[in-house]
Every structure is written in C-alpha cells, then in structure tokens.
C-alpha cells in the first residue's frame, strides 16, 4: 500500500520544473539506472553567481523520487547559494509533509544531487569561493556498502543530519544494507561508532583473547541463542555437558542422536560455529 | 468482485467467486459442528469435506482424495513436503531447487542452508527457462528432495515438472513441486506422475486466503509439520477450517469445468494486451517464455522508467490494480529475483509491469489499460534523464 501525503502525490502526478535548462551554470547527477533511481539537477545562477534563479531537474525514479527532485526545484528556487548550503535532506521531507522513513533515501539523494551541481560549479569556476557546505563530512571516502555503493562519508551524513539510531533506519535514509546484506556489520560499527558507544558484543571476532570464565558464557550463550534453536527447529537437540579448557562435550538429543549420518555434519557445524564466534582452537566431542 | 477497480493482478490473490462463499456459508452459520465429532449435527461438515477433498482431487488428476492433506495455503505446504523429505530421507542432505522459486520456497531454502544443507539452485535462461541436463547433473545420491515451481508467479513460465520428477526419482531423491499458480489454470495428471508432492493455495483459484492443501502421493513417507490432534489421518493437526475447505472445493469444481474454455479466454485478453502494449509504448519488452507460459501472465518491461511511478499513475488514471518487479515495489530495494535470474537489461529491469487476468477480466477492462497506459510511459519518459539520444 502507498503511504504518500497529498503534497507528495501533487508532486508526482505535477511535477514542477521539469526539463533540462540548457544554459544553466550547474548541472549535477546522482544515482543511476541500475540502482533504480537518479536525478539530475541543472541551476541557473544570477548575474554575481551568489544566488539560484531557476532550478529544473530529470528523474528516474518512484513516486517519492520524482516528488523530492520537484521539491528540491521548489525550495531552491530563489535561494542564495550560502542558504542552499544549509539545506538537508530533512528539509525536502519537510516541505512534503512527510515521506514514508522507507523512502527517505529519495530526499537523501535529492540533497546529493545539489551537493554535485555544487562541485560542477567549482570545477567550471575555480575562482568562485562557495559556501562549504555546512558540514564537515567525516569519516573516510571508502566504499561500505558494494550493493548500492554507498560510502562510509555518506552513512555518516545520514546518521548526523537524522539522528539515525538503527540500521535499518541507515538503509532506509541511503539504501546501505539493503541488499546482501553483507555489509551490515560494518555498518553496525560505523553507527557504534558515530553513536560513542563500542560495537556490540557479537562483533567479539575468533582470536580475541578472552578468558577462561568469558568464554565459558560466551559458549553458553551461543547454545542457547543459535545452536539449539536451529536444531530444535529440525526436530533434534543438543546439550551442553562440559566445557573443558578447548574441549566442548555435547550429547545429542531428539532425532539427531537417532541419525547416525547427521552426528558427523552436526559436530562440524556446531564446532564452525564456536570456532567462528569464540575461538579457532576448539574442539567439539560428542558423549553418550 | 469489486467493480470499482480494474483488477488485474490475479496471480497475487483472487476475489472470492460468488458461487464459493455461498458454498461456505452454511459452515459459518448453520453447521458449526466439529467434523470430528460423532452426532449427526456435525455430519454435513464432515461430508462438505469430503466433497471438497475429492473435488480437489479430480482437479489435479490425483489418484484419490485420500492423497491430499488440507493445510493453511501454499507456504505451509511447502514447508510441510520439504521438511518432512529431509526427515524421512535418511542420510541425505542435499536440496536441489531453482533461482525462480517463490520466496516461500527460496527463503526456507536459505534458511535450512544456515542449518547445514546443501542446496543447489537451477539456473535460467533469458527466457527463464531451465535446463534438464543442468537438474541431472545435480541430482545425487545425497539429494534428499528436488523442488520446482509449476509455473512461475511473475513471468508465468510453466516448468517441466513430470521430467524434473523423474530425474529425481532415478536417483532416490522426492519431488516437490509449488504449483500454486498452477493449479485451476492449466491440467494436471499427478495419478501417473513421479511427483510425491504438490502445494496448492485456494486464493489465487477464488477461494479464501487462508485454505490450501498438500498433494502427498499415497505411501510416500510423510512426517506431519504441525502436530498435535487426529485431524486429517493425523498429517496435520488442528481443528479443520471447514467453511474454507468446502469453498476451495467449490473452486476446484468450478475450475474443472470451465479450464479449457477459460484458457481460450485468458489468453485472448492477454495477448489483446500485449501486442497492444508492443505497438503503442516505445522499447516494450515482454518477459518469459511464450511458448510455454500460463494463459493468463503478462510480464512486460519499459525501458528507462520506474515501475512504481508507472503503477501509481496507471491505478489513479484508470483504478488499475496490477504489480511492478521494480525495486520500489519488491518491498525490499532490489528489484525481483526473477528478472534479475533472466539476465534483464538494467535499462529494463525496474520498468517491468505484471499483468495477470482472471475469469472475472473483460475486453473492456484490457481497452482501459490500452488507453491509460500509453501515455503515461510517454509522460515518465519525458521526465526520465536516460533514453534519450
Ligand atoms: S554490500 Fe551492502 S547490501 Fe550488499
């Protein structure tokens, strides 16, 4: 179901300033057709080049797409460069009403699309001294997320000027995370990071010294929460008996202990399993 | 029937027919009896049960009633045939499926590969076609259960499932197929097949949501999913949703006698659409497999525009109700895995627009659309910044 606002819709079925403006001293796209979406932005400065008096834009892209690259025209529209810099992405939800936080990543985008014209304009006119943009990006310029190609210095953007607290809300304001799914844990750090707190605790990697009574927990925790839940899912169980020094002694229950095929695959997996989240060095014997 | 819009997207859901919810209502008023019971009160129930079990079964070609087990739809059936074959197939722990499945089958795929199967999937070609040398060369002594589609929910390609059960059978494994989009539109002979499963859904047959059914062949080894009473030879506990059950009975019925003529039906109205489509939108490109595709599916793409954006102004210009593959509609941000496994132009791949008609579809409704649909990829075109020269 489509949760738009008026305003968005109004948008979308009119968009305003539609079209390429051929003398325009700033042109800047983002997105592109593979990912889903892309905007380019053209803007025609006045005489002194310090304000916008037209701004028109390209889309493709969804509904809230193509109503947040007619917002932007919209808010830009009349704007001096030094106001235009303030600007954030918060700004285009804002003059919609409201997007649904699923599509946030279309005002995200709106907002890079100025942020490009913006570059375009310095390399055509060195001499111009812009407006920096209010912001200081931090964190460096590398690729976190390979699926959308979404930086670390963009994730951190949308964390700052949302006030993002969850991952999901990070792949929601910039796509980061939404398809593989592989990134997801470096994303995690990064907003640990940008948050002040340390990563969370499953990010504890194999090799990272511990001591005996930690990895005791540890192990303990990892039954309860993954190990016997996956089993019991198939109809088996497994318990813990003893954890000696390296050595983990399980006892299979349930159909698992019946199957003689499975007892091999098993300790291999739940031994994968340790040695991925605990430690390289153990080793998972079976007692009857 | 809702004749407030022009619904057009069938292989998600179907409305429930007429003649089907007046053959529920009796179990939602009159007799509420449990069909378990043993007073005459609960005896229509357990005779619209019956009824309905063998309605189904002469719809699919099954050898008797007895060889279906009602279940709550096509994802329970799916879990139920792939689960029990990995118990009852002792030793083996191989999966062979395909990259086209539904998310009911793929996800429990993925899901069971976190738990330490293997599994393989098929390949397609551009036309979404799979290769039988391909499944042979996959199918091992190791592999507990093959499962492959009928047809295909988004391109409507039918599979080679009697062929595909075969292979598997030659080398020990079961054979599951989720025909939920099958079932009610094209023939099935399962009495003379190698299939051991078969899932079904009563909503894409107008029946309701909520009611389906697994085709079990008779002494295949089967270990219940949902366990607890007697119900259904005890294969599947849990008191019987009854009024549901005489409907999709009720649906299979109406589906046997009026397949052939509906097919004819079907078909004209889809390709009334589709070389509409093809002479009156730029770069148009239809998806799948015309030589074997369900009568009813119209998957076709539009170069360079969004499929959302398209749906939006088509359900506004004309109250169209059909569905995009786009990554805006997928309800995740990448655009459908069956594209993406045909090999799609990226170019084409988020303009891709699903239509799937229904006995209940008229001429009229395919000129709305011809009319709608033109100008509105014209508009979006014109908007977009690529495709131009
Ligand atoms: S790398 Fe980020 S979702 Fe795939």
Redesign the pocket.
Known sequence: MWNYTDKVMDHFLKPRNIGVIEDAEAVGEVGNIVCGDAIKLYLKLSEDKKTIVKASFQTFGCASAIASASALTEILQGKTLLEAAALSNQDIADFLGELPEAKMHCSVMGMEAFQAAMQDLQKKFPELELPAAAHETQGEDRVV????NVSEAKIREVIRANNLTSVEQITHYSK????????IPEIEKILADALGKKAPATATAAGTKMNNLQKIKLIQELFDSVIRPSLQADGGDIELVDIDGDKVLVRLQGRCAACHSAEQTLRLWVEAKLHEKVSASIIVEEVR | MNDDVIYVDNNATTCIAPEVLQAMQPFLTRYYGNPSSIYPFSGPAAEAMRQAREALAELIGADGPDELIFTSGGSESNNAAILSALQTQIGRRKILSSVVEHPAVLNLCRSLQKRGYQVDYLSVDSRGRIDLDEAKALISEETAIVSLMAANNEIGNIYPIYELAELAHAKGALFHSDAVQSVGKVPLHLRDSQIDFLSISGHKLHAPKGIGALYRKRFVPFKPLIIGGHQEHGLRAGTENVAAIAGLGEAARMAMSDMAEEAIQLRRLRDRLESGLLSSCPDPKVNGDPSSRLPNTCNISFKYVEGEAILLRLYLAAKVCASSGSACTTGSLEPSHVLRAIGLDYKALHGSIRFSFSRYNTEADVDTILQALPPIIKDLRELSPFGRQ
Request: aromatic fraction near 8%; hydrophobic fraction near 15%.
């Open positions: 997320c390979h699926c959308f980061a995370g939404g398809g593989c799914g592989e990134c």
